[in-house]
């Protein structure tokens, strides 16, 4: 009897209060019939420590195991590590007649905002966060430079699906459009928009003629530099500029010299592999691999990746 009292009423107490706690409530309660014996204190004051020690236990399991998936983490990107190629300066580029052209990629609602829809974020995003932010501020210095600025929107018809992925990005739904930090481009006399209907913006700007709107933005302002920002590192960043580069090689996009990825001013989706188990037929994607992986497949088909972009 008094062992079910002390189940019942001491689980809220912190453990150091709970022996102390029960011997009082074994006490008073036995007090009413017969004097609780000391065999009975010191079977609840052993259980109670082994509930304490499993608790612990269970918190250093649980502290093992972040470890473990950091280490991982890292385990992985040290079998893969990126050589970050030199600071890219901008207004030292353009003064040394390499201009350069901006191109920010899918930087809309249903990727970027929380709870936007199928592929948004569940949860504010410090990696989509400071992407945004860093988008923001090169794309408001190219606007005062007067250099160009050209801008992919993913965007959907109801009835024309993109599998694997859900329904996203759907016209009208709102998640076709720029983030709210993003919107004044839609106005900006240097930002060119370009809604595409696939994941590889470079072949969605080639048409039926064999033209393609974004070797003709390159061509018209004689770029010979792009700096490409946007989401997802892996997916729609990774497939635009492996075409373009491949397109660069085969003299298609003339006088494109470099494809510059800004590291910071990109980002990806984050599916951790616990999550991705609850979901039917879905791939674990946890974020900071990924991104690494995009990063260093692009370097391996010729990207040049930075970490840092100087104003100067
Ligand atoms: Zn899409």
Redesign the pocket.
Known sequence: MAGDLYLFSAKSEPPHQQVKSVVYKIKSFSGTSSSPTRRTINYTRYNLRFHSLFAQRDRDRERMEAKKAYNTVDLLKSEVPLEWDPELALATEVQAGRPVGLVLI?EVN?FCTVGAGN?APTQPNKQIEKMIQESNKLAKFFSNKGWPIFVFL???FPDKP?PP?PP??IIGSGEENLVPELEWLEKDPNATLKR????DGFLFCTEEDGSNAFADWVNNNEIKTVLVLGICTDI?VLDFVSSALSARNLERVSPLEDVVIYSEGCATYDLPYDAALKIKGALSHPQELMHHMGLYIAKGRGAKIVNSVSLM
Do not use: A
């Not at 595409?196 to 994941?199: A, G, M, N, P, Y």
């Open positions: 899918d249903g592929l993913d965007t959907h993109e992925y996203h990005c595409k209907h696939c994941i729609c």
